[in-house]
């Protein structure tokens, strides 16, 4: 054991080793059936027999990913086969990335069955790109493989990639930036990474999209183009790239995901359909970003007891949540909790109160009367919205209006994003622009607690066919500080919402899930905007192809909240 892994182990709230005696044979070539070899290390506990993880990763193998991906593992008693992905580092061919994994995947299943220290128990584990590695085999890889740890990942990356219909600019760019970037040392990857920056931030506003790889690698990128011409909906593109049949795992899956992931939905889902076919898999839920290095601690902790319980025939499921507000941890009979909702309306002079719209008797849309939960005043009053209504619409029947302009589209500060700046932030100055709309609670009298998923029903009319809608829940402190809990935003097309006899559309927009309580003495706020730049790429206004779009058109939209048009927030309230 060394003192490396002894500090790293402390420091991350590991289990005791098993044994400190450990040794690895490094570069070892596992030829996949098309004849390319992919370059594998073997880190081995002197302990027989053990089981084995296996690990297939696009990130490399050496330095501080051997030392958390194989020592400490090792060290814990489990075989550890630590790959690196087709076309990554040392292994033969081209990463297309989720084009090879599962035959490649499979291949090295076979190749670890054929190994005399194998005792016939193997697992698999990792976050992101190595967790699809996992789903891409899992059905498939026979009865050797006896559980699964899975941490802020999903099965399919197709819709993540185009989430709400829109394009993931800045995680998409993000990753093809450290894809590019890496393949040296530790320090020579961080040094490529720095000097990126100033070429990342040029090519997030660049547009046509197809130049954009260029502009920051100096290189084109095959997938990268790709993704940008095979962006529709059920193009075989990406039945190529796997589908991995999630209803078919046989294995026990614990799944650790994050409130602020770019992947949570997604895994959700899959959560779901593993219920639905009569699996009990871990659902463990904080408050943890993509690149939290929290993130890494508690899935280790949580994957070595997921593994040594599935050994012992005592995998047993069940949800686990971080409660945001309270800072407290929750135990769940599953997910959701609960089937409830209560619809929040938007109002007259960005009010926002739950009952009805516009402050609607009692036995309004979401049948909820004034004075529901919350204990808001019975008018539902709140501060007038900052910025966004048009002149003289406030207090009235009329519509909020705002004009969304791509070439200065709406910043979306934090929230589910690749890199540091992801999770919660003031959002203040994003609210006090003209093109975003604000709707505001009262201050409430008692916490409000909502675990679950969240959506919007938002009734509104466009200027233009090809539009974006993005929907943000904020908490509002006592001091004013706005900070971004839980948002969505859906790309609009011809035929989608299609709207009624008046020409309002009646849009739907899935929010990220959310497990959090709105402290007594806080205040609940809506923002609405036409985009969330360079989260989501831009929507140009002209329906233009996704990669060559380049002109642009603003976008007129005029937002309703009468009787007729209940535009409302549903939060997931409700007993648990």
Same mark, same amino acid.
């Given at each position: 054991?060394?003192?490396?892994?002894?500090?790293?182990?402390?420091?991350?709230? /590991?289990?005791?080793?098993?044994?400190?005696?450990?040794?690895?044979?490094?570069?070892?070539?596992?030829?996949?059936?098309?004849?390319?070899?992919?370059?594998?290390?073997?880190?081995?506990?002197?302990?027989? &027999?053990?089981?084995?993880? /296996?690990?297939?990763?696009?990130? %490399?193998?050496?330095?501080?990913?051997?030392?958390?991906?194989?020592?400490?593992?090792?060290?814990?008693?489990?075989?550890?086969?630590? @790959?690196?992905? !087709?076309?990554?580092?040392?292994?033969?061919?081209?990463?297309?990335?989720?084009?090879?994994?599962?035959?490649?995947?499979?291949?090295?299943?076979?190749?670890?069955?054929?190994?005399?220290?194998?005792?016939?128990?193997?697992?698999?584990? %990792?976050?992101?790109?190595?967790?699809?590695?996992?789903?891409?085999?899992?059905?498939?890889?026979?009865?050797?493989?006896?559980?699964?740890?899975?941490?802020?990942?999903?099965?399919?990356?197709?819709? #993540?990639?185009?989430?709400?219909?829109?394009?993931?600019? $800045?995680?998409?760019?993000?990753? =093809?930036?450290?894809?590019?970037? @890496? %393949?040296?040392?530790?320090?020579?990857?961080?040094?490529?990474?720095?000097?990126?920056?100033?070429?990342?931030?040029?090519?997030?506003?660049?547009?046509?999209?197809?130049?954009?790889?260029? /502009?920051?690698?100096?290189?084109?990128?095959?997938?990268?183009?790709?993704?940008?011409?095979?962006?529709?909906?059920?193009?075989?593109?990406?039945?190529?790239?796997?589908?991995?049949? =999630?209803? !078919?795992?046989?294995?026990?899956?614990?799944?650790?995901?994050?409130?602020?992931?770019?992947?949570?939905?997604?895994?959700?889902?899959?959560?779901?359909?593993?219920?639905?076919?009569?699996?009990?898999?871990?659902?463990?839920?904080?408050?943890?970003?993509?690149?939290?290095?929290?993130?890494?601690?508690?899935?280790?902790?949580?994957?070595?007891?997921?593994?040594?319980?599935?050994?012992?025939?005592?995998?047993?499921?069940?949800?686990?949540?971080?409660?945001?507000?309270?800072?407290?941890?929750?135990?769940?009979?599953?997910?959701? #909790?609960?089937?409830?909702?209560?619809?929040?309306?938007?109002?007259?002079?960005?009010?926002?109160?739950?009952?009805?719209?516009?402050?609607?008797?009692?036995?309004?849309?979401?049948?909820?009367? &004034?004075?529901?939960?919350?204990?808001?005043?019975?008018?539902?009053?709140?501060?007038?919205?900052?910025?966004?209504?048009?002149?003289?619409?406030?207090?009235?029947?009329?519509? $909020?209006?705002?004009?969304?302009?791509?070439?200065?589209?709406?910043?979306? &500060?934090?929230?589910?994003?690749?890199?540091?700046?992801?999770?919660?932030?003031?959002?203040?100055?994003?609210?006090?622009?003209?093109?975003?709309?604000?709707?505001?609670?009262?201050?409430?009298?008692?916490?409000?607690?909502?675990?679950?998923?969240?959506?919007?029903?938002?009734?509104?009319?466009?200027?233009?066919?090809?539009?974006?809608?993005?929907? *943000?829940?904020?908490?509002?402190?006592?001091?004013?500080?706005?900070?971004?809990?839980?948002?969505?935003?859906? *790309?609009?097309?011809?035929?989608?919402?299609? #709207?009624?006899?008046?020409?309002?559309?009646?849009?739907?927009?899935?929010?990220?899930?959310?497990?959090?309580?709105?402290?007594?003495?806080?205040?609940?706020?809506? @923002?609405?905007?036409?985009?969330?730049?360079?989260?989501?790429?831009?929507?140009?206004?002209?329906?233009?192809?996704?990669?060559?779009?380049?002109?642009?058109?603003?976008?007129?939209?005029?937002?309703?909240?009468?009787?007729?048009? &209940?535009?409302?927030?549903?939060?997931?309230?409700?007993?648990?």
């Amino acid at each position: 054991m060394s003192l490396s892994s002894r500090v790293l182990a402390r420091w991350l709230g /590991l289990p005791p080793p098993v044994t400190r005696a450990v040794r690895v044979r490094r570069g070892i070539a596992v030829t996949a059936r098309d004849g390319t070899v992919l370059r594998t290390d073997h880190w081995e506990p002197r302990l027989r &027999p053990a089981p084995t993880v /296996l690990i297939r990763t696009p990130y %490399g193998r050496a330095g501080v990913v051997g030392l958390v991906s194989g020592r400490l593992l090792a060290e814990r008693g489990f075989h550890v086969v630590l @790959q690196s992905c !087709r076309g990554t580092f040392d292994s033969g061919g081209e990463f297309d990335p989720m084009r090879h994994e599962r035959d490649d995947g499979l291949d090295t299943v076979a190749w670890i069955e054929r190994q005399p220290w194998f005792d016939g128990n193997l697992f698999t584990y %990792g976050p992101s790109y190595i967790g699809y590695t996992q789903w891409a085999i899992a059905a498939d890889a026979g009865p050797a493989l006896k559980g699964m740890l899975t941490a802020v990942t999903t099965s399919a990356f197709r819709d #993540p990639t185009y989430a709400g219909g829109a394009y993931s600019l $800045d995680t998409i760019l993000n990753w =093809v930036t450290i894809i590019s970037n @890496q %393949g040296g040392s530790l320090l020579s990857f961080a040094y490529k990474q720095s000097r990126a920056q100033s070429r990342l931030r040029r090519a997030l506003t660049h547009l046509p999209l197809s130049e954009v790889d260029g /502009l920051l690698t100096g290189r084109e990128i095959r997938f990268f183009q790709e993704w940008l011409r095979h962006s529709e909906p059920g193009d075989p593109y990406w039945e190529l790239r796997g589908n991995p049949d =999630v209803a !078919r795992v046989p294995a026990p899956v614990c799944m650790v995901g994050g409130w602020y992931d770019i992947f949570l939905p997604w895994q959700l889902r899959d959560y779901a359909t593993l219920r639905a076919a009569g699996a009990r898999p871990r659902l463990v839920i904080g408050t943890w970003t993509h690149a939290d290095l929290a993130l890494l601690g508690v899935s280790m902790r949580e994957g070595i007891a997921w593994f040594r319980a599935a050994l012992n025939g005592g995998a047993r499921g069940g949800v686990r949540v971080h409660i945001g507000g309270r800072d407290e941890w929750r135990d769940l009979p599953d997910w959701p #909790p609960h089937s409830g909702s209560t619809a929040w309306f938007l109002g007259p002079q960005g009010g926002l109160a739950p009952g009805g719209p516009g402050g609607l008797a009692p036995g309004g849309p979401g049948g909820l009367a &004034p004075g529901g939960p919350g204990g808001l005043a019975p008018d539902g009053a709140a501060p007038e919205a900052r910025g966004g209504a048009a002149p003289g619409s406030a207090g009235t029947g009329g519509p $909020d209006r705002f004009r969304y302009d791509p070439a200065d589209p709406t910043p979306s &500060p934090g929230g589910p994003l690749l890199t540091r700046e992801a999770g919660r932030t003031d959002n203040r100055a994003v609210e006090a622009r003209p093109d975003v709309l604000v709707y505001t609670g009262a201050v409430l009298d008692a916490d409000v607690e909502v675990i679950g998923p969240v959506s919007a029903l938002v009734h509104l009319t466009a200027s233009a066919e090809f539009f974006d809608v993005f929907v *943000r829940v904020c908490d509002v402190a006592p001091d004013g500080r706005s900070e971004n809990l839980t948002d969505g935003l859906v *790309r609009v097309l011809p035929g989608m919402f299609p #709207p009624g006899e008046d020409g309002v559309r009646a849009v739907e927009v899935e929010l990220w899930p959310i497990g959090y309580v709105f402290r007594r003495g806080h205040r609940i706020r809506v @923002q609405l905007a036409g985009a969330a730049h360079p989260r989501y790429a831009r929507n140009t206004g002209t329906g233009e192809p996704l990669g060559t779009a380049a002109r642009l058109q603003p976008v007129d939209y005029a937002v309703f909240r009468d009787p007729a048009h &209940p535009s409302a927030l549903r939060l997931p309230v409700g007993g648990a």
